[in-house]
């Protein structure tokens, strides 16, 4: 039922900035806890960021990357600043009940997910 689209990533160079957005369909917005995540070629899933009550963000982007939410609009976003190489991934826009919501961030923990959208940051 429920549905998430990512949007935004491209090419871009070091130092460049990147807004990626997100958008929930299929059950209330204000009921979810989201979450994005990053994957590139041969590594694990990684945690990018998160929201429920608060925000948290994962060690590799604290302080260059600000999650936002809309919920007016379902969408949830993703500023990402002062791009380097090691940014490169597949990211994902993922949702979890509040009600099931836990600080350990773990992919198994959400159940819905994107599609994904593509970053590449060149140098």
């Known amino acids: 039922q429920v549905r998430l689209v990512e949007s935004g990533g491209g090419v871009v160079q070091v130092g460049d900035a990147l807004t990626l957005s997100c958008a929930l369909s299929?059950?209330?917005?204000?009921?979810?806890?989201m979450g994005w995540f990053r994957q590139a070629p041969g590594k694990e899933r990684e945690f990018v960021a998160a929201?429920?009550?608060?925000?948290r963000y994962g060690n590799s982007v604290e302080g260059r990357f600000t999650l936002s939410r809309d919920n007016s609009k379902s969408m949830v976003y993703l500023q990402m600043n002062s791009l380097t190489p090691e940014d490169t991934a597949r990211y994902y826009c993922?949702?979890?009940?509040?009600?099931?919501?836990?600080?350990?961030?773990?992919?198994?923990?959400?159940?819905?997910w994107g599609r994904g959208t593509q970053v590449t940051v060149s140098s």
């Open positions: 929201n429920n009550w608060l925000t």
């Open positions: 299929g059950d209330t917005f204000t009921g979810y806890g």
């Open positions: 993922a949702a979890v009940p509040r009600s099931q919501y836990d600080l350990e961030n773990r992919p198994s923990s959400y159940p819905y």
